[in-house]
């Protein structure tokens, strides 16, 4: 639709024939306008079925006074442009009518004919944008029909599939947990965008990304002048998600005093901006995810269990692929088809040893490791055939068979600290932490196993 | 060409000086105006002054758009009149006055409309 625009209809009512008839032929002059001339109010009111773009109405008309005919189209259509053009300068009628709903007032002179001109071009413009914003909407939701996001069969799957009907059709808070790379911020997506709320915004956030002293302003926005540097108002996540979806990503790594403040704003459905008095209503839902066992890091004291019980909702545990069974396969040849057609090339297929292969590994990092796998098999196959060979296992992920190899214990604490440094992107403090060290510890680690 | 190209400016900037537009326009003028002439004059005799406004209105529209200034100026002395307190007497007279302006003006367009 963004390539093809639709003309725009206008109707124009006017009892005199022929300054009618010589607007409808003026405004026909732009082969996009589908002009339509009515001679009365009650042929126009007749025909309003036809939806019209834009009206430009006769204030004088014999049957109907103009003001008249203008409530009686904003009671059925209050989002249509009216434009009253009338033959007498009426500050007052003019001001009633603008109050009453009309796009624009003009006087007929010489002027009409440009003025008009413009403010079709400019409901034009309008038209278009609202006509691409609805396609864009439309091609979202299509894009997130959840079988279309997440492909498998396998019965672990299947589970899900039917806790997101659940959600979809209800507006209960969801909790998501599966390991990294399991698609959580996708089924969170899938369940917005196939939610009554698909039409409003659907606002990601991942907590372990916003240092802890940004998490409030980044939730709940600030004024101008709240704190040194606060030069302008800024909204916040809650609010931008109004009427939509607000997806907290690994909730767990929120701090406690974060925490308190979230549990407020939902139990009070309503938030204060940081400096601000102003006491902001919210309609959101939310949804949350985490990599981490919820429950366990209540009981570490590290999560409120008030807010545990507020978040829970809808739980929605997604299976390791390594669980998924045959899906393994179904979503390889998945990827592999859409790498070849993004980049043209010609389509493959996985050999029986290639098949095997795949299957024969445990995916630490889940679908989004197997598209990487799926997409580097692509590339190195030149041929139709996607091979063993052609497929490569990532080393670095912390193999659930690590024991399988015999390596020396040097070895072994290489491998776990590469896979904890990539795991939380270089984050030296965040692996020292998870790996239960000092952080001086880590870092002569680093230099003296040169890893 | 029609030899009063001046008389038709303003109808070639709403109609992109589109020659054949231009003409049905003209065509479509001099169809309606005789009618909406008589109407006024009728309506002047039966002193039906919100008829008399509304069509001298009207009637003031279209002239507007033929370079007819006098006949206009006229047209919108009738509708101050009617709105104020009307001079019947002095209605008629105007009136009469505009069909006597019209006459020739539509012999003159009658001619324009011949050279299209």
Redesign the interface.
């Known amino acids: 639709m963004a390539g093809t625009k639709r003309p725009l209809k206008i109707f124009v009512v006017e ?5 009618g ?2 607007l409808k ?2 405004l026909s ?1 732009n082969p996009d306008n589908e002009v339509y001339l009515f001679k009365t109010g009650k042929e126009c009111l007749d025909h309003l079925y036809q939806k019209p773009d834009l009206i430009s109405l006769d204030y ?1 008309l ?1 049957d109907i006074p103009g003001d008249k005919v203008l409530k009686k189209i904003k009671a059925d259509y209050p989002e249509l442009p009216v434009i009253i053009v009338s ?1 007498q300068e009426d500050i007052k009628t003019a001001v009633s009518l603008l109050r009453g709903g009309a796009y624009d007032y003009f006087v ?1 002179d ?1 002027d009409t ?1 440009d003025r008009l001109w413009n403010a079709v071009n400019k409901i034009r413009q309008h038209m278009n944008l609202r006509d691409e914003l609805d396609v864009l909407k439309d091609e979202i939701e299509q894009k997130y029909a959840f079988r279309n996001v997440i492909k498998g069969s396998s019965p672990a799957l299947k589970k899900v599939f039917a806790l997101m009907e659940k959600a979809i059709h209800s507006n209960i808070t969801v909790s998501i947990t599966g390991e990294t790379g399991t698609g959580k911020e996708l089924v969170a997506k899938a369940i917005h965008y196939n939610s009554p709320r698909a039409k409003n915004p659907f606002i990601p956030i991942n907590v372990s990304a916003i240092p802890n002293e940004l998490i409030e302003s980044e939730l709940f926005g600030y004024e101008k002048g709240a704190f040194t540097g606060a030069n302008t108002r800024k909204i916040g996540k809650f609010e931008l998600a109004e009427g939509g979806t607000l997806f907290l990503d690994e909730i767990a790594e929120m701090d406690v005093n974060m925490q308190t403040k979230l549990l407020r704003v939902i139990q009070e459905k309503e938030l204060t901006r940081i400096g601000g008095h102003e006491v902001i209503k919210t309609d959101v839902r939310l949804i949350v995810a985490t990599h981490c066992n919820l429950a366990e890091e209540v009981k570490k004291g590290n999560f409120r269990q008030d807010l545990y019980y507020r978040l829970l909702g809808l739980p929605i545990e997604l299976p390791p692929l390594r669980n998924r069974g045959l899906d393994i396969i179904l979503l390889a040849k998945y990827f592999a088809e859409q790498y070849c057609k993004d980049n043209g090339l010609e389509q493959k297929i996985f050999t029986k040893a290639a098949q095997d292969k795949l299957m024969s590994y445990n995916y630490p990092g889940n679908v989004r490791e197997l598209a990487a796998i799926v997409e580097l098999a692509a590339v190195m196959s030149d041929g139709k055939y996607i091979d063993e060979s052609h497929i490569t296992f990532n080393s670095s992920g912390l193999p659930s068979d690590i024991l399988s190899e015999e390596i020396t214990l040097d070895g072994y604490n290489k491998k776990i600290i590469r896979y904890f440094l990539e795991k939380y992107d270089g984050n030296v403090v965040k692996t020292a932490e998870k790996l239960g060290i000092g952080k001086s510890t880590l870092y002569r680690m680093l230099k003296t196993k040169n890893i | 060409m029609p030899a009063k190209k001046d008389k038709l400016s ?2 070639r ?4 000086n589109d020659d054949q ?1 231009i003409k049905e ?1 003209l065509e ?2 001099l169809q ?1 105006i005789p009618n909406d002439l008589n109407e006024l004059s009728l309506v002047c005799k039966k002193n039906d002054i919100d008829s008399i406004q ?1 069509t001298a ?2 009637l003031k ?2 002239v507007r ?1 033929f370079g007819l200034d006098d006949v206009a100026t006229l047209l919108q002395q009738i509708e101050i009149s009617s709105k104020e307190q009307p001079d019947f007497e002095q209605l008629d007279k105007l009136t009469k006055q505009i069909n006597k302006l019209m006459e020739q003006e539509l012999i003159r367009f009658e001619k324009m409309l011949s050279l299209f």
């Open positions: 009892d005199n024939l022929f300054y008839e010589l032929r003026h002059l004088g014999p033959g007929k010489d004919k | 303003l109808l900037e709403y109609l992109g537009q326009m479509l003028f309606n509304k209105h009207r529209s279209s758009f």
